[in-house]
């Protein structure tokens, strides 16, 4: 089991194909990440999508890449936001992905 990922760091990729089972735990974690009073939260998007760019070149069909890359460029701009999580949704074989897609164009369509 390892994290994958240079941004939104993940294990589901490194537990597909394994024999695990997945439960639900009761917990809570306390994240800082998205607090403005700990984080600079435009620095903190542009950073990410420095990452997720050389994530991109590495892995260009990689959509979860591309749903994450869409989110956070939303802010900077919708246009290309629109046009990653579109692919996203057209092209994913992977469902989960595909609604989350859907989410963040609703989510960016809503604030025009």
Do not use: C, H, S
């Given at each position: 089991m390892e994290f994958t990922g240079l941004v939104h760091e993940n294990i589901g990729e490194s537990l597909k194909g394994r024999n695990f089972q997945r439960f639900k735990l009761d917990i809570s974690l306390i994240r800082d990440g998205y607090n403005?009073?700990?984080?600079?939260?435009?620095?903190?998007?542009?950073?990410?999508?420095?990452?997720?760019?050389?994530?991109?070149?590495?892995?260009?069909?990689?959509?979860?890449?591309?749903?994450?890359?869409?989110r956070e460029v939303a802010i900077l701009d919708t246009a290309v936001a629109l046009e990653y999580l579109n692919d996203v949704l057209l092209n994913s074989q992977d469902l989960e992905i595909k609604e989350k897609a859907k989410e963040y164009i609703h989510l960016i369509k809503d604030k025009k």
């Open positions: 403005p009073n700990y984080v600079n939260q435009l620095e903190k998007k542009k950073r990410n999508l420095l990452l997720l760019e050389k994530m991109l070149e590495k892995e260009p069909n990689n959509y979860i890449t591309k749903l994450y890359y869409g």
